[in-house]
Every structure is written in structure tokens, then in C-alpha cells.
């Protein structure tokens, strides 16, 4: 399982002139990143408070990031010619989905620390080298076919994607990116926003840029 740190800049500036899609899934990886350390502490330190609290975090963070890729990035894969890596990358994402599910329906009442612990790490585990691949491959070949006008509108479209996604997973749910994706996404979110209401979470290290207002 890699948690190295993405040797992408500019993660964390919360207004840039021009945005750049990369650096916003950046943002989110490497808040997956450092969730995952913060629940590793939580686990060693026997805070099952705050081992749910992360892990839900998690959960809420992952669903989203997912549901936006492939309303967005992985659509633009299509058009340029990488359709291999966006459909490998939906197929990542419905194991991630499935993995997370099993966490976001339980916690550590209802597995036992160790099992809970164990969940997040399978769901972890998937999600750390799905995002390498992304980090390493896939995403530097979307970028050198893309002119930085492009990267920005791609930027802000997956700002955008991220505001309408389910903040739960739905295994499911159509993953395809197109109209049906979204008029699901639309009709879980508020169902999904009722159950947020009765959770805790923690706050997040790296900040979104804020898109242009148009």
C-alpha cells in the first residue's frame, strides 16, 4: 500500500488564476492520504470515537471524489483516446465503492475494533494503489494531451461534479458518467445528506480552489 506524498504541486492554494483539474484530485488524494494516517492513530491510541468519526470522513470524501471523477475526468478519458484506463478506472471504483460500503454500513460497535480496522484497510488498500495508478500513469496522459485551457475547464467541471455526488457509496449505481449517472447521483444525494446529519466527522487538511465565478 503506497501513502507517499504526490510530487504535484499546489495542492492546498485556495484561489489560483487558472485551475488545473490535477491539482483538485490531487486535493482529495492526498486528504485520503492523511485520514488514513489519522485513523491509523486513532486505531493504535483505542479511540473508537474517533476511528468512526475518520472513517466516515473517509467514506463521505471517497464517495464523492469517485462519483466526480467519472462524472468529469474520466469522460474526457473517453474522448481522448485513453478509454482503456477510464473504464480500468471505473472498475477500480466499483471495488472501491463495495469495499467502502462495508464501512460506511458498520462501525466499531458492530465489528469490533479490529474488524472495523480491518475493513478500512481492505477499502484503503484498494483505494491507495487505484490512486497511484491514477497519479502515475493515467493522469500524466490526459495532461500532455491537454492545453492548460482544457485542464482548467476540466478543473472546474470536477469542482462542480463533487458539489452534485453521493456522499455515500452505492454499489449499485451506474458508473458510466453520463445522464443516468447524474439523475442517480441527484436522487441519493438528499437521502444521503439525512444520514450525514447524524454523524461526526473530522475536518479535512487540503482545500478545493474556489472554480471562477462565471
Known amino acids: 500500500m503506497s501513502t507517499v506524498s504526490s510530487a504535484y504541486p499546489n495542492t492546498d492554494a485556495p484561489e489560483q488564476s487558472r485551475l488545473d483539474y490535477l491539482d483538485e484530485i490531487m486535493v482529495d488524494h492526498n486528504n485520503f492520504r492523511d485520514l488514513h494516517a489519522r485513523f491509523l492513530d486513532a486505531h493504535r491510541a483505542g479511540d473508537d470515537r474517533l476511528m468512526n468519526s475518520i472513517a466516515k470522513t473517509l467514506v463521505r470524501e471517497v464517495s464523492i471524489h469517485a462519483v466526480g471523477e467519472e462524472l468529469s475526468v474520466y469522460k474526457i478519458m473517453d474522448h481522448h483516446g485513453l478509454h482503456d484506463s477510464a473504464d480500468h478506472s471505473r472498475d477500480k471504483h466499483q471495488a472501491l465503492h463495495n469495499a467502502f460500503n462495508e464501512v460506511d454500513t458498520n462501525t466499531t460497535s458492530s465489528l469490533g475494533r479490529e474488524r472495523f480496522a480491518a475493513a478500512v484497510t481492505n477499502a484503503c488498500n484498494i483505494l491507495f494503489g487505484h490512486a497511484e495508478e491514477e497519479e502515475k500513469d493515467f493522469y500524466p496522459k490526459l495532461s500532455s494531451i491537454l492545453d492548460a485551457d ?7 467541471e470536477f469542482l462542480k461534479a463533487r458539489d452534485y455526488s453521493p456522499s ?47
Open 150 to 156: 482544457q485542464r482548467s475547464k476540466l478543473a472546474v
Open 168 to 214: 455515500h457509496p452505492h454499489p449499485a449505481a451506474p458508473n458510466t458518467g453520463g445522464i443516468t449517472e447524474q439523475a442517480a447521483a441527484l436522487l441519493v444525494k438528499p437521502v444521503d445528506a439525512i444520514t450525514d446529519m447524524t454523524r461526526s466527522f473530522v475536518k479535512l487538511k487540503h482545500k478545493h480552489a474556489s472554480p471562477p465565478v462565471s
